[in-house]
């Protein structure tokens, strides 16, 4: 009689064990295919370093805000993605999406750089750009060939601007090249006199120039290779990305990206 009761007992709970995993696996594809669209209940996270305005940056309230914001969160709507806003180092910006931390780059990187397209894949370009010098008012300094090799310059990590520092410090055209995580960082460098320049995308330079002519001027032309900067989401999520390229053409195509320009380059 006890050996039935066992025997009952033992095959009831192989049949619940049975029963659960079964529901275990249903769950594990929805979580595959929720990766898939990013994340929990489908929204997609987008990673961008925002020190960088007029692309991003933060307001008073810790708010993420600029261009590439608001062009983002209009390719979103239309295109009917969810997405968040994640603020992280610029050289974190392609590991976040190589280990699904992240789904989306917008951070006015620049697609043609190095081997970055080899790692993500970018779409396509939403605004063109260079690299400029940028010095203190009373710098006699006429442009980056004029840098001589007692000198410090500075830029943000990862970045075109700071592989350049590192290599011009590797050339030893220059004293040391000074790579830091925030562009803000790189200015606060420049008024103490840490460094004698910061090589910085011209449009960032120009939003810092707007609130700081008084201590601060751009010498010489711009150099270095021109810049494409474009959105990049996870290599082979081709259907992310051919959403956000529709997306994009079509704020072109309503004059909402003219709008945007006007708005944040003005
Ligand atoms: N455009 C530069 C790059 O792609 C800098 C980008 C940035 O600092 N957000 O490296």
Same mark, same amino acid.
């Given at each position: 009689m006890k050996n039935t009761l066992k025997t009952m007992l033992a095959l009831m709970l192989g049949i619940m064990m049975v029963f659960a995993m079964t529901a275990c696996g249903g769950s594990s594809d929805s979580g595959d295919s929720e990766a898939a669209e990013g994340g929990e209940g489908g929204t997609l996270k987008v990673v961008t370093e925002?020190? =960088?305005?007029? =692309?991003e940056s933060t307001d008073e309230e810790g708010n993420i805000i600029g261009f590439d914001v608001d062009m983002m969160n209009a390719i979103a709507e239309s295109q009917g993605l969810t997405i968040e806003w994640v603020n992280m180092e610029f050289d974190s910006l392609i590991p976040a999406l190589q280990s699904n931390q992240g789904d989306i780059i917008c951070a006015?990187?620049?697609?043609?750089?190095?081997d970055r397209a080899e790692k993500v894949d970018f779409g396509d370009t939403y605004f063109e750009s260079d690299l400029m010098l940028l010095v203190k008012s009373?710098?006699?300094?006429?442009?980056?060939?004029?840098?001589?090799?007692?000198m410090k310059l500075a830029s943000q990590i990862g970045t075109t601007g700071g592989d350049m520092v590192q290599q011009m410090k590797e050339e030893g055209k220059i004293a040391d090249g000074v790579v830091l995580n925030q562009w803000t960082d790189c200015y606060l460098q420049l008024q103490n006199g840490d460094v004698q320049g910061v090589i910085v995308d011209k449009p960032v330079g120009e939003a810092y120039l707007n609130a700081h002519s008084d201590i601060a001027k751009f010498v010489g032309d711009s150099f270095g290779e021109h810049e494409e900067f474009a959105f990049a989401v996870q290599k082979g999520n081709t259907e992310l990305l051919d959403k956000l390229n529709a997306g994009l053409a079509e704020l072109k195509e309503n004059g909402t990206y003219e709008e945007l320009v006007a708005k944040w380059f003005s």
């Open positions: 925002a020190t =960088f305005a007029p =692309f006015g990187m620049n697609k043609l750089a190095g009373d710098s006699d300094l006429t442009g980056i060939d004029a840098v001589t090799s007692d």
